[in-house]
C-alpha cells in the first residue's frame, strides 16, 4: 500500500495548522538542506526546500506577531500603562505606528465579533480599549 505524496509547499496556506514547534522544526530542516546543498555539496537548493524555507518562515512570524495586541490591550489595562513610545519600541515601531495599529486591530477585532457571534470583542470591549489608548501617555 503506497501512502500518498504530498503536495510541494509554496505559501504559508499550504501549511496544515501545528504547532510553532513544529513549524520551525520543518523551516529548520528545509533552512539546513539548502545551506548544505549550496555550502557542502556545491549543488544547488532545491526549489521545494527554498519555497518551503519561505513558507515556513512566513508562517512562524505570523504566528509569532498573532498575539502581539493581545499583550498590548493587557499591558493597557494595567494599572500603570507604559506610554507609546515604549509600547512602539517593543514591537519595534514608532509610537504612532504601534497606537494607529492597536487601534486597528481593535477594530478587527469588532467585526469579527460582528461576523461570528463569539470571536473577537464586543463593542463595549472595543470601545473600553479605544478609551484606554487614548489615555496612554506619549
Not at 501545528?18 to 529548520?28: A, F, G, H, T
Not at 498590548?72 to 509600547?87: G, H, M, S, Y
Not at 504612532?96 to 460582528?114: C, S
Request: hydrophobic letters at 40%; charged letters at 20%.
Amino acid at each position: 500500500m503506497s501512502t500518498p505524496t504530498q503536495s510541494p509547499i509554496r505559501t504559508p496556506d499550504d501549511i496544515p495548522h501545528q504547532p510553532l514547534c513544529d513549524l520551525v522544526e520543518r523551516w529548520s530542516s528545509a533552512r539546513l538542506r539548502a545551506v548544505l546543498a549550496t555550502h557542502a555539496e556545491g549543488n544547488t537548493p532545491t526549489t521545494d526546500d527554498l519555497f518551503a524555507e519561505l513558507a515556513y518562515g512566513t508562517r512562524i512570524a505570523q504566528e509569532a506577531v498573532s498575539g502581539r495586541w493581545c499583550a498590548v490591550a493587557d499591558l493597557l489595562r494595567t494599572r500603570n500603562a507604559p506610554p507609546w513610545p515604549e509600547i512602539g519600541a517593543a514591537m519595534a515601531m514608532t509610537c504612532l505606528e504601534a497606537k494607529i495599529g492597536f487601534h486597528e486591530w481593535v477594530d478587527r477585532q469588532m467585526r469579527l465579533r460582528t461576523t461570528t457571534g463569539t470571536l473577537g470583542l464586543t463593542e463595549a470591549e472595543a470601545t473600553a480599549l479605544h478609551l484606554l489608548a487614548e489615555k496612554v501617555s506619549w
